[in-house]
């Protein structure tokens, strides 16, 4: 699997920093509810969640929140989202197919790295 830091922004200048699992199978952005539930104070601009998510294994699991706001990775930045959900101790930050598209993601698997981009740069990580 391929592990990197994010940084989540908050509204009044908060940087939540989650261990992220990059999946490009994952048709969703998540966090993991017990993650969730100690950083939301920082994070603001949340809300309740009527998504309902399948899994892979086939089970209908309910979003109990979203969050809307700025995602930096590297030294890039994107206006991003994401679900919220209980992992089972999975993950912390599952970073899917929406966000990886949002960051312009190029995955090099002879290196492990991940090369991303906004408007104005672009960085690459490593895992």
């Given at each position: 699997p391929f592990i990197h830091q994010i940084t989540l922004n908050g509204p009044k200048g908060e940087a939540v920093r989650v261990r992220t699992l990059f999946?490009?199978?994952?048709m969703v952005a998540a966090m993991c509810t017990s993650v969730f539930d100690k950083v939301k104070h920082c994070l603001g601009n949340w809300?309740?969640?009527?998504?309902?998510?399948?899994?892979?294994?086939?089970?209908i699991v309910n979003s109990d929140a979203k969050w809307l706001g700025i995602i930096e990775v590297g030294r890039v930045w994107v206006k991003g989202e994401f679900e919220v959900f209980n992992s089972g101790g999975g993950w912390a930050f599952l970073f899917g197919k929406p966000l990886l598209q949002s960051f312009k993601a190029e995955h090099d698997y002879k290196t492990d790295s991940i090369r991303i981009s906004d408007d104005s740069q672009s960085a690459t990580i490593y895992n």
């Amino acid at each position: 699997p391929f592990i990197h830091q994010i940084t989540l922004n908050g509204p009044k200048g908060e940087a939540v920093r989650v261990r992220t699992l990059f999946d490009n199978g994952a048709m969703v952005a998540a966090m993991c509810t017990s993650v969730f539930d100690k950083v939301k104070h920082c994070l603001g601009n949340w809300s309740p969640s009527e998504k309902k998510l399948r899994m892979a294994n086939g089970s209908i699991v309910n979003s109990d929140a979203k969050w809307l706001g700025i995602i930096e990775v590297g030294r890039v930045w994107v206006k991003g989202e994401f679900e919220v959900f209980n992992s089972g101790g999975g993950w912390a930050f599952l970073f899917g197919k929406p966000l990886l598209q949002s960051f312009k993601a190029e995955h090099d698997y002879k290196t492990d790295s991940i090369r991303i981009s906004d408007d104005s740069q672009s960085a690459t990580i490593y895992n």
